[in-house]
């Protein structure tokens, strides 16, 4: 069974770092390209950040391009988040995810989420 724990979330001042991690259990890691989403109060979920399989692609919605940077630890099943100059506007829940495509497409299909980390951006 699929298992997804994010955590590394908190409060931050806006220009301030911080760096989300999700371990996971229950499927090959290895096989899978990996996701970032995020819930703001009020809106969809959307996609933030991929990575591919075997790391060799990643790709970033525009609004977090050159601040955000996706990666992953194959041997300890994680993936990460390092954000930089935050802004007020990623303040929202981060959730990692397993898309259900097993090549390089988007939109993604998610697969079940877990309970995600919140990320607060302070003015």
């Known amino acids: 069974q699929l298992q997804l724990l994010e955590s590394g979330g908190g409060l931050v001042q806006a220009g301030g770092s911080t760096r989300l991690s999700c371990v996971t259990s229950?499927?090959?890691?290895?096989?899978?390209?990996m996701d970032w989403y995020r819930q703001a109060p009020g809106k969809e979920r959307e996609l933030v950040a991929s990575?591919?399989?075997?790391?060799?692609?990643?790709r970033y919605i525009d609004s977090v391009k050159d601040r955000f940077t996706i990666s992953r630890d194959d041997a300890k099943r994680a993936l990460y988040l390092q954000m930089t100059k935050l802004k007020p506007e990623d303040t929202a829940v981060y959730y990692c995810?397993?898309?259900?495509?097993?090549?390089?497409?988007?939109?993604?299909?998610?697969?079940?989420w877990g309970q995600g980390t919140q990320v607060t951006v302070s003015k």
């Open positions: 995810n397993a898309p259900e495509e097993s090549s390089w497409l988007f939109p993604r299909s998610a697969r079940p």
């Open positions: 990575i591919a399989r075997n790391g060799d692609r990643v």
């Open positions: 229950g499927f090959s890691f290895d096989q899978y390209d």
